[in-house]
């Protein structure tokens, strides 16, 4: 696998998905040596569950130890420090994971608890626990999600939960993204397992998911997140830790270089199923009133959830308002015509944006010069 390698995969078996995205990254080649120590770092907070957009999907987690055991792989953790507030040892139990340690043989380990060492981070003095130094290979595995105070979370940012309470804190005193940026310089972040299954459209915590169910896998946690810059179709400059990351070293910003490995086509089409709900639910109210701009007819949830980014991106500059065109989008309108659509599907309308699916920096132009601007 390449550094600049992206793998994507869609579904909504995420066990599976995992299981098998790692399986053609060759993650067990790149680990190596079968008695190296290997962390998990899942993305989880509190006590808010996967489906709310806010934290890692336990089925990422079980399908990266099955892969890891099969594969003879035996010294693995689970190592987490929760959010200031709550308690690691809550926030395993309501999600789950003391049964999955028992299942697998894998402890947890509870970095708020857990030593600090001082590092010196390129100049910068930070505070890191002990355990997660000492791992030999650390999988990161956070939500491609927004957030209130930098825009986007996602590699970099996930981060934050390997230092200790105190030294949280501290970076909220010193703006955040210096010190994420330089925090990058001294922990691993050997792979990073991307949940992009349902992150949340502008806040850490969740509660408006934009349901997409892919996983992503990449070796850059700065390519990482300058992609899903992408995603949001924010440029990479407004998330100043990135840019600042790249400047240490830590990896590169460019995601022109980056070469995608679609491991599959985005085909399910079930956008208004929350996962893990055996039922129809609700779409949230953000995102239901996001989706009201839309027409959709079979959308592919990556692509759909891409529009609904689109849209809030507008919407933030104040530029929706009432009256607008339903914007068409998805399998249903293939070889339809009709007047403004999204994506190759609505490509026999009278006004239509190419791809499959198109990026959603492409989706907030064409939309400003083709469906805003119309009177
Ligand atoms: S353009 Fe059509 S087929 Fe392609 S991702 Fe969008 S909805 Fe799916």
Redesign the pocket.
């Known amino acids: 696998m390449n550094r600049n390698d992206i793998y994507i995969i869609h579904g909504t078996d995420y066990k599976e998905m995992t299981i098998h995205l790692l399986t053609e990254a060759g993650l067990a080649q790149e680990i190596g040596d079968r008695s190296r120590h290997i962390a998990l770092k899942p993305n989880l907070l509190g006590t808010i569950l996967p489906d709310t957009g806010a934290t890692t999907h336990t089925e990422l987690v079980c399908g990266t130890i099955e892969y890891l055991q099969s594969h003879g792989f035996r010294h693995i953790t689970i190592m987490e420090g929760a959010w200031v507030g709550d308690s690691t040892q809550r926030a395993y139990k309501a999600l789950g994971y003391p049964a999955i340690s028992e299942k697998y043989g894998v402890p947890l380990v509870d970095l708020q608890k857990d030593e600090g060492v001082f590092c010196d981070a390129k100049g910068m003095k930070l505070t890191v626990c002990r355990k997660a130094l000492e791992s030999d290979f650390v999988i990161n595995m956070p939500v491609l999600k927004g957030h209130c105070q930098t825009l986007i979370t996602c590699a970099l940012k996930n981060n934050k939960g390997l230092i200790p309470n105190a030294e949280k804190r501290r970076f909220h005193t010193m703006g955040l993204h210096k010190p994420i940026a330089y925090l990058s310089t001294v922990v691993r972040n050997d792979f990073i397992l991307v949940d992009n299954i349902c992150g949340d459209l502008d806040f850490e915590e969740g509660g408006n998911p934009v349901v997409m169910n892919r996983i992503l896998g990449l070796k850059d946690p700065v390519l990482c997140d300058a992609f899903v810059c992408g995603c949001f179709g924010i440029p990479v400059d407004d998330v100043p830790y990135i840019r600042l990351a790249e400047q240490l070293g830590t990896g590169c910003a460019d995601t022109s270089k980056a070469r995608l490995i679609l491991l599959n ?3 399910d ?1 079930d956008y208004t199923q929350l996962p893990g709900s055996r039922r129809k639910t609700p779409l949230p109210r953000r995102v239901q009133k996001l989706a009201g701009y839309t027409a ?1 007819k ?3 949830s ?3 959830g891409m529009l609904i980014h689109a849209l809030n991106r507008l919407d933030e500059a104040g530029k929706l308002r009432r009256g607008l065109t339903p914007l068409g ?3 249903g ?2 070889n339809q015509s009709g007047d403004i659509g ?5 490509s026999c309308f009278a006004c239509s944006l190419k ?4 990026r959603t920096a492409d989706m907030v132009d064409f939309l400003e010069e083709n469906w805003i601007s119309r009177t």
């Open positions: 086509e985005s085909s089409t959709p079979d959308a592919c990556a692509c759909y989008i998805g399998q309108y293939k999204i994506g190759s599907c609505t791809g499959c699916p198109p």
